[in-house]
């Protein structure tokens, strides 16, 4: 994944199935500008996701994946 933040601090990363449930979160540290992490999602079932990125101040953004 990579995400693109404008200061460098935490944020919460989470994976929700359609359901709405949260199937996996986790904290991130990112920088400011652009961080790449590893989302480990081998658990998870196949089919359509979500994942949200929240950081401390309320923003949010979410992206929607395949699990092939």
Do not use: M, Q, W
């Not at 500008?33 to 996701?49: A, C, E, F, R, V």
Request: one cysteine or more.
């Amino acid at each position: 994944i990579s995400i693109t933040a404008n200061r460098t601090g935490s944020i919460t990363c989470e994976v929700i199935d359609l359901k709405g449930e949260v199937v996996a979160n986790t904290f991130l540290s990112v920088e400011a500008g652009i961080s790449h992490h590893l989302l480990s999602i081998g658990s998870l079932s196949s089919g359509s996701y979500f994942v949200r990125f929240s950081s401390p101040n309320g923003e949010t953004t979410t992206r929607r994946f395949v699990k092939e």
